[in-house]
């Protein structure tokens, strides 16, 4: 079935540096959400993209729909220790699935 | 404050035996759903509810089963039939009932451990 996949697992990073995980599936998406989730926590909605190539910005955040809406991505712009957790994108194609999580370690 | 109350937070169960999860919200939203989150994976759908007394399957319902009979509560119940229960549980809502519409509100979830 359809499935949506998520690069990288794990990322480490040094505070300040910048950080992206991407999300792909194997069919058209017509949206894609991104979820963030502490370490211990719940996940929590971030934001929602519905349209090809959109950009929405949140502070340091960036998330892109792609094009061909079958991917997504999400950039996190001099990273600081609050944004330590996984990073899920979920997207509705046939159905509506999680992806496997990105989960960010940030280096103080 | 509106939310999802999830309870207990930590639940251990015995071999064989039945356990029920709690899932209330006051959003006032139509569709309910059941997560199950193994330690560094995905969210896996164990059940979802889009209007009361109505319940549908996901992906992984077998040794599970629901209730939906108040708009407000979702329990999910684990039974001795689910041979590997050991898990977080999530409980979320949506004002969609169509999944993925809009965005998830999670609850702060249930850790069960069996022993």
């Known amino acids: 079935g359809q499935q949506v996949m998520q690069i990288p697992q794990y990322q480490h990073v040094q505070e300040g540096e910048d950080f992206t995980t991407y999300c792909n599936s194997s069919t058209t998406l017509s949206n894609i959400q991104w979820y963030k989730q502490r370490p211990g926590g719940h996940p929590v909605f971030l934001i929602q993209l519905v349209k090809s190539g959109e950009v929405k910005k949140q502070k340091r955040l960036t998330f892109q729909f792609g094009e061909a809406k079958k991917n997504s991505s999400l950039h996190i712009t001099a990273t600081q220790t609050t944004d330590v957790g996984t990073y899920f994108c979920a997207g509705t194609g046939n159905q509506f699935y999680f992806g496997t999580g990105t989960s960010l370690t940030v280096i103080p | 404050d509106g939310g999802i109350t999830q309870s207990p937070k930590y639940l251990f169960r015995k071999e064989g035996q039945n356990v029920t999860l709690s899932c209330e919200q006051n959003?006032?939203?139509?569709?309910m759903y059941w997560y199950r989150q193994d330690p560094g994976q995905g969210l896996r759908l164990i059940y979802y509810s889009q209007i009361v007394n109505d319940f549908q399957k996901g992906d992984i319902a077998e040794g599970y089963s629901v209730s939906r009979e108040k708009k407000e509560s979702f329990p999910l119940t684990v039974t001795s039939a689910q041979k590997n229960p050991t898990a977080f549980y999530l409980c979320a809502s949506s004002i969609a009932t169509r999944q993925g519409a809009f965005g998830y509100t999670f609850g702060s979830g249930t850790r069960l451990t069996v022993v």
């Open positions: 959003l006032n939203h139509d569709a």
